[in-house]
């Protein structure tokens, strides 16, 4: 019994110090950073005199083309994804990126471009136009984002606009007072901007079909569809749209641009210049073999296209004959990476074996390019060879010089290679339909086809290992093992079942990891070929290949780049890092302390590891505001730091600890009226480091009124009330609504707005007061002539998902003018909103003998007040948010994990009971 409790006793000790190890210990973290980033797909292209901007891959890169025959880089900016639209205005380069931001580029200096700002986005940003102070992006295809970038270092969001006929815009383009949308399926809408908080649609021209690009010069809009027509929209009248002409270009268009009287069209036959002088005739002027590409832009007399890897410089002097100029050649998509002795082997596709001196990290260089009949998909090292793989091939490169290397042979073996692996004199090459076929590769310039090995089912990759090859199958979630101790004739050993379907395979000692796709990766033990063991699953959101490099696996995830696992316990992988790339991870390499990243749309991605433990937590985030607020609700975005290992966000409300997220915002609702509420931030990164220092931001709700459409009651003091008018009118769908009030006294005249749904019959009621409401705490600036309230609906009817453009329109007693001395254009009408009070947008609409008439777009239905006073400031024209500027609050505490609170006092408790018991049971 002596010998049990002590026993006991000990195994509660050891239990507990496990649990305590398992809470706090952690492997050595692998800290990543960006080293250089070399070639990917060019996006965008717009010029600007002597300089040429493009987007490519995550770069965007400035090229000195003051030489047409001789473009060559001036200046480089790496940012944090790829890169999608380029627009340049004055010194500044707005671009898009697939992580949807909005990144403005200073270009005082095109030889170092420097990033002024970067806006987060929500939603998929897909166009984008710059004019002016705004710029205008087009969001998750069928609505429209307004930036104001007055103020570069601090670009903010002034409005959304959506109309339900709008619902997949392809193209947009802003001129004079008019933004033009594009939508592919419902035609061109023509929306007045003239103030751009108060968008209205004008018009539509639905008499055109799947309309994919769209440009404004002038009194016409140019639109190409699918089908291969150029078609010219005379808008010379916004109100009253006619098709003036159109030209078939014969096959799908990609882009295109207008200069003066010419068209210029990109497609994949070529470049088409079309004659647009007659615009009820446009004529073919001339054509240039341009080679696939997309994009294009027109300076002086040259014409500057786009493909997926370079940029041609056309001579259009002469349209009917256009001539190549000058060209500037990039890497742009890369299958694979393999690296040896400082040079990186890129498989090019239909651009061969591109061969990449790595001398230089920072700048890498192309060596050598190898030219070859077919699209080269894989490639690998071992001594002095390169083997790439094509369709239905392997091809030997001797690479002893790597700016000289040598095709010693190519050997045709099947139809649909997937994957190969090189093991002494041997090659392992893997085809998707008919199995695994062995190469004796002793001899380097005459490889041979040794034996076949027909699989069972549908083939991806393979690895080798001793005497045993693993062949995945990515239909039927299994793994096929053979012996190959004897190459020429390879005998099944077993088959194994796999969590899920397996995208890639690598094997290491006793172990084989299996990229699974959404399963994650899966580890097998497989010191017993003939009966493999399932140890692990690390869950990923979607793993699509596996490397192995000492002891960690490198893990391609679809989401979240690449992951890398500490596997010095196989059956208990722990996350040591990760990175994100800004294009699709297609393979990886290590060398040393780098990894070498070939991305499927952003090239080569080259970064440095840092095996010391990570204690140095991400920034903070930036930009915390209370970016649109309403009676319940409160709509904080940010910016997420920049830092490669940030994961997340802890969210505190009011002090509270509400939520994780990597979002950049955060919506709080069911709150209530005139509530004010602080979220406070910190970030997080992947090893867990927190930064202590809180970003908070503070903000007040609106209030409305109680009011519906039956009974409108009212908060106001009776005696406050000076009058109160009520209209009723019935609300359709996408239909245009006008309360008219006549009551003697009534100064206002009518409310109108669009109705964006069916809600039946709605009153409206206009409450006159005769001093400020009761609603109002702090009076509004200038000479006040008149305090009312309007009130639409129920609580809440009148928000951005009921009602659009509201508008308002009354009038000023002209003696009440004269004796204010006050001139009609100092009339402003403001709102209250919970907080303070914000000038409206008004303008002067007419006058008879006793009055001046306004006309006044709000943001909503409140409390108002009319006013004059010529220093009116109007907040909502000059974009200053109502909100609390965030402080840093170094004090306030952070709230604990109250388990770990629990845990570590059941520890300690144990271990002195344990202490204790021994010591009796001693004595």
């Known amino acids: 019994m002596h010998f049990t409790s002590n026993k006991l006793i000990y195994l509660v000790i050891v239990f507990s110090l496990l649990m305590i190890t398992s809470e706090t210990g ?497 580890i097998l033990n497989i010191s017993n070929p003939s009966s493999p063991k399932l140890m692990n699953i690390y869950s990923t959101d979607f793993a699509s290949d596996v490397t192995i490099e000492g002891n960690y696996a490198y893990v391609i995830d679809t989401e979240k780049g690449v992951v890398t696992l500490d596997i010095t316990n196989p059956s208990s992988p722990i996350i040591a890092g990760m990175y994100k790339t800004g294009g699709g991870i297609k393979s990886i390499a290590t060398s040393g302390n780098y990894v070498y990243i070939a991305d499927m749309n952003n090239g080569l991605v080259i970064i440095c590891m840092q095996t010391e433990p990570d204690r140095i937590p991400p920034a903070s985030v930036t930009d915390l505001k209370g970016n649109s607020i309403g009676p319940t609700w409160i709509n904080w975005t940010w910016n997420n730091p920049d830092d490669a290992d940030f994961s997340h966000v802890m969210i505190y409300i009011d002090g509270t600890f509400i939520t994780n997220t990597s979002d950049v915002f955060y919506n709080l609702t069911g709150i209530s009226e005139r509530s004010t509420h602080t979220i406070s931030t910190k970030s997080v990164d992947f090893s867990g480091n927190i930064n202590t220092t809180w970003i908070n931001n503070s903000a007040t709700t609106y209030s409305i009124n109680t009011g519906g459409s039956g009974r409108i009651e009212t908060l106001e003091d009776i005696a406050n009330l000076e009058l109160k008018d009520v209209d009723t009118q019935y609300l359709g769908i996408n239909s245009f609504v006008t309360y008219e009030f006549t009551r003697a006294g009534d100064f206002i005249d009518s409310v109108s707005f669009f109705s964006l749904r069916n809600t039946g019959r709605i009153k409206s009621t206009i409450e006159i007061l005769k001093d400020r409401s009761k609603l109002v705490k702090i009076n509004p600036e200038g000479v006040v002539y008149k305090y009312f309230n309007i009130w639409v609906g129920d609580q809440g009817f009148s928000s951005p998902a009921n009602i659009a453009d509201p508008k308002i329109n009354f009038k000023v007693d002209r003696s009440w003018l004269q004796q204010m001395r006050v001139s009609p254009e100092n009339v402003k009408l403001q709102m209250y909103n919970g907080v303070t009070w914000e000038v409206m947008p008004t303008t002067v609409k007419g006058s008879d003998d006793s009055y001046i008439f306004f006309e006044a777009y709000p943001f909503g239905f409140s409390t108002f007040a009319i006013t004059a006073q010529t220093t009116l400031k109007s907040t909502l024209e000059d974009d200053m948010p109502i909100q609390t500027k965030s402080d840093n609050i170094e004090s306030r505490p952070q709230t604990s994990n109250p388990w770990t609170t629990i845990v570590s006092i059941f520890l300690i408790t144990a271990i002195g009971a344990g202490y204790l018991f021994l010591k009796k049971e001693k004595d």
């Not at 952690?26 to 300089?51: K, M, P, Q, R, T």
């Open 26 to 522: 952690s492997s050595l973290n692998i800290n990543f950073e960006f080293v250089s980033h070399f070639g990917g797909l060019i996006s965008d292209v717009v010029v600007a005199e002597n300089y040429t901007y493009i987007g490519q891959g995550q770069d965007f890169v400035v090229l000195n083309t003051s030489n047409i025959t001789d473009p060559s880089p001036a200046g480089r900016l790496n940012t944090f994804s790829l890169i999608k639209e380029i627009e340049i205005s004055g010194n500044y380069a707005y671009l898009t990126d697939f992580e949807n931001s909005l990144l403005i580029v200073n270009i005082t200096h095109p030889s170092s471009p420097t990033l002024e700002s970067r806006f987060n986005l929500t939603g998929n940003l897909t166009n984008l136009a710059v004019t002016g102070n705004y710029a205008y992006i087009v969001k998750e295809n069928n609505s429209l984002l307004m930036v104001d970038i007055s103020d570069p270092r601090s670009p903010a969001l002034v409005e959304v606009y959506s109309n339900p006929y709008i619902t997949s815009i392809s193209d947009l383009d802003v001129a004079g007072n008019y933004t033009y949308l594009l939508d592919r399926n419902n035609g061109l809408f023509i929306v007045d901007i003239t103030n751009p908080r108060y968008k209205k649609l004008i018009n539509m021209y639905d008499n055109v079909n799947k309309s994919k690009d769209l440009g404004v010069w002038g009194n016409y809009a140019y639109l190409i569809n699918e089908s291969g027509f150029l078609e010219i929209l005379d808008i010379s009248d916004p109100f009253n749209i006619a098709l003036a002409g159109s030209y078939d270009v014969g096959i799908l268009p990609y882009s295109f641009t207008v200069e003066e009287k010419y068209a210029y069209v990109t497609s994949l036959s070529g470049l088409f210049i079309v004659d647009i002088n007659d615009p009820s005739s446009p004529a073919l002027k001339g054509i240039y073999n341009s080679q696939g590409a997309k994009r294009i832009d027109i300076e002086d007399n040259y014409a500057y296209l786009i493909s997926d890897n370079s940029l041609m410089i056309v001579d259009i002097t002469e349209p009917s004959y256009p001539i190549i100029g000058g060209r500037y050649d990039s890497v742009g998509k890369v299958d694979s990476v393999s690296v040896k002795d400082n040079y990186a082997y890129l498989a090019k596709g239909d651009e061969g074996l591109l061969i990449v001196d790595l001398n230089d990290l920072s700048v890498p260089k192309i060596a050598h390019i190898c030219d070859f009949d077919n699209y080269i998909y894989n490639v690998y090292l071992v001594d002095n060879y390169a083997y790439a793989t094509y369709e239905n091939g392997l091809a030997l490169v001797n690479i002893t010089d790597p700016h000289e290397p040598e095709i010693v042979s190519t050997l045709n073996i099947s139809a649909n290679i997937s994957d190969v692996v090189i093991a002494g004199n041997y090659a392992y090459v893997m085809d998707k339909n008919t199995g695994l076929a062995i190469l004796d590769i002793s001899v380097p310039s005459s490889p041979s086809l040794i034996s076949n090995y027909k699989s069972s089912d549908y083939t991806k990759n393979v690895a080798v290992a001793g005497n045993y090859a693993y062949i995945s199958h990515e239909n039927n979630n299994s793994i096929e093992i053979l012996n190959i101790s004897v190459p020429s004739s390879p005998v099944f050993e077993n088959i194994y079942m796999t969590p899920g379907s397996v995208y890639g395979i690598a094997v290491a000692g006793d172990y084989a990891y299996l990229a699974s796709g959404e399963k994650g990766l899966a």
